[in-house]
């Protein structure tokens, strides 16, 4: 069964900080990586996708993608009390679209950011 | 991204009724995809909707549970049948959209209180 680890926190950053966010995964075909972010009662906005090893850098945001280790991490950088949500790591085992597609979901990491 | 909608955006309902949960999308996509995200849990795949075909369920999701229509490429149903309080979770419809990459985009839910 493929599982997707995270941290549950919360994670508590101080505004202006950087909040480091990791996941694991365990199905080593995984090809697609995605960040959501989750404002409570609301439902899940992507900020980020990745599928090559490395960094990648959208605005504050930066994904890391490391397959050897399986494990995709998310920095936010110059951390704003709006960032306040949930994070939430998805896996997929395709990069393009194709049938049987389907993204596998973590638990997800509450992020608190302090004024 | 997506312009997507659902009806309604919540309800609260009686034991043993079923409510259906509509989904629509501003532009045709291939596949749409139903989740179930339980209070304080993460998001778990329902089914898989493509245009045409039947839904493809996920392990522990059966069609006479939650019955699903596809009749065209902007539209889908989701019914959940019989409720108990187990029930009780929001319902969220996604998109996958995009001319190659799988990122997957999400409606707003639908909050389901079953009595």
């Keep these: ?115 | 991204s997506a312009v997507i909608s659902q009806k309604p955006s919540r309800d609260i309902c009686q034991r043993g009724t079923s409510l259906t949960i509509q989904c629509q999308v501003d532009s045709q996509v291939t596949m749409m995809f139903w989740y179930r995200q339980q209070p304080g849990q993460s998001l778990t795949l329902i089914a898989t909707a493509n245009q045409g075909s039947e839904a493809t369920y996920e392990s522990g999701f059966v069609i006479d549970k939650f019955p699903i229509s596809r009749p065209n490429l902007t539209f889908s149903t989701l019914t959940v049948s019989n409720m108990s309080p187990e029930d009780s979770s929001i319902y969220l419809c996604s998109v996958e959209k995009g001319e190659t990459y799988n990122e997957q985009f999400f409606g707003p839910g639908t909050r389901l209180t079953v009595l």
Aim: charged share 20%; glycine share 8%; with cysteine.
């Design chain 1, 1 to 115: 069964q493929k599982e997707v680890e995270q941290n549950s926190g919360p994670l508590s950053v101080p505004e202006g900080a950087i909040a480091s966010l990791n996941c694991t995964y365990s199905d080593r075909g995984s090809q697609s990586f995605f960040w959501y972010r989750q404002y409570s009662g609301k439902s899940p906005e992507l900020i980020m996708f990745i599928y090559s090893n490395g960094d990648k850098e959208d605005g504050r945001f930066t994904a890391q993608l490391n397959k050897a280790s399986q494990y995709v991490s998310l920095l936010i950088r110059d951390s704003q009390p709006s960032d306040s949500a949930t994070y939430l790591c998805a896996v997929n085992s395709f990069i393009i679209k194709a049938a049987g597609n389907k993204l596998t979901f973590g638990g997800g990491t509450r992020v608190l950011v302090k004024p």
